[in-house]
């Protein structure tokens, strides 16, 4: 056999693999009373933009990391974000639920706001950042805000926020700079929720920390109106939940299920196999079959 033709058989394979692994169960969302348990992550970067993923990608990348709602918020721009939310309310199914949202990045917070129409201005104080998010119909969540991002946000900013990253998948190791920032804000804000989020840019990394919502409707105003409400608790990569002991234990007795991707390894390698094959076609495409 060429080395043309194994190439195009390496193609072949790896394309078709990864077709039969990229197999979805149908999600079941739990319920706890007259609330569903969602899981969402809302701090997702994609593509047309700072993330790798195009919108139909990024939706299916959500489904299988086990998400109900994911935010797309790209750094102080909302183009690909409306993109992913018209594309999914278009041509998809109900859920994964995708909503607009803006990292608003400035250079002594970051702010992750969720449910909004337009950008927002990067360089005006946090307090007013918020005040223009509320001012959309959204919510404004604090976004790993360790040390260097804490010192952006006074009291009149920390009493508006609606959330605060209490997990943040990309800065594992900032846990207890979050705690501190927690415990400050709900000085001022007793029901500020509890957030976790991914920072996710690129695979394998979407919602492995991710954030609990405890809804009465599933539907992005739902989502918001859990958020307003503190009905929150967030999860690292390890599983640990942080959040009101009340809500934590809902969520223990009725925890979503999590990655259901079962052919993780199998698309893995379906993927390299169908790169290696494309690569020799093009090697050896001048070659004779």
Do not use: C
Not at 18 to 43: K, N, S
Not at 105 to 134: C, F, K
Not at 169 to 181: C, G, S, T
């Amino acid at each position: 056999m060429t080395p043309r033709r194994a190439s195009a058989w390496m193609l072949a394979a790896g394309l078709a693999a990864g077709t039969l692994a990229d197999r979805q169960d149908e999600r079941i969302i739990p319920r706890a009373g007259e609330y569903w348990i969602l899981a969402g992550d809302f701090h997702v970067h994609g593509a047309p933009g700072d993330g790798t993923l195009l919108p139909w990608e990024l939706r299916r990348e959500a489904r299988r990391a086990g998400l109900d709602v994911i935010a797309v918020t790209n750094h102080n721009t909302t183009f690909a974000a409306r993109f992913a939310h018209w594309w999914s309310r278009s041509f998809a199914g109900p859920f994964p639920i995708v909503m607009v949202g803006q990292e608003i990045t400035n250079p002594d917070y970051h702010m992750a706001a969720v449910g909004i129409t337009d950008s927002v201005d990067w360089r005006q104080p946090a307090a007013e950042a918020i005040l223009d998010v509320h001012g959309q119909g959204g919510v404004a969540i604090a976004a790993h805000p360790g040390l260097k991002y804490a010192a952006g946000y006074d009291d009149r900013a920390l009493a508006l926020l609606d959330g605060a990253e209490a997990a943040n998948d990309v800065d594992p190791l900032a846990l207890e700079e979050y705690a501190r920032f927690r415990r400050r804000a709900q000085a001022v804000n007793a029901d500020l929720a509890a957030i976790g989020s991914s920072d996710f840019h690129a695979t394998p990394m979407l919602a492995r920390a991710r954030t609990y919502l405890i809804v009465r409707e599933q539907t992005e105003a739902g989502v918001l109106e859990a958020i307003r409400a503190g009905r929150t608790v967030a999860a690292d990569d390890h599983g640990r939940l942080y959040g009101s002991r009340e809500l934590v234990g809902i969520v223990n007795a009725q925890r979503p299920a999590g990655q259901s991707d079962d052919n993780a390894v199998w698309r893995r390698v379906s993927a390299v196999s169908a790169w290696l094959g494309a690569f020799g076609l093009v090697l050896f495409g001048k070659q004779s079959p």
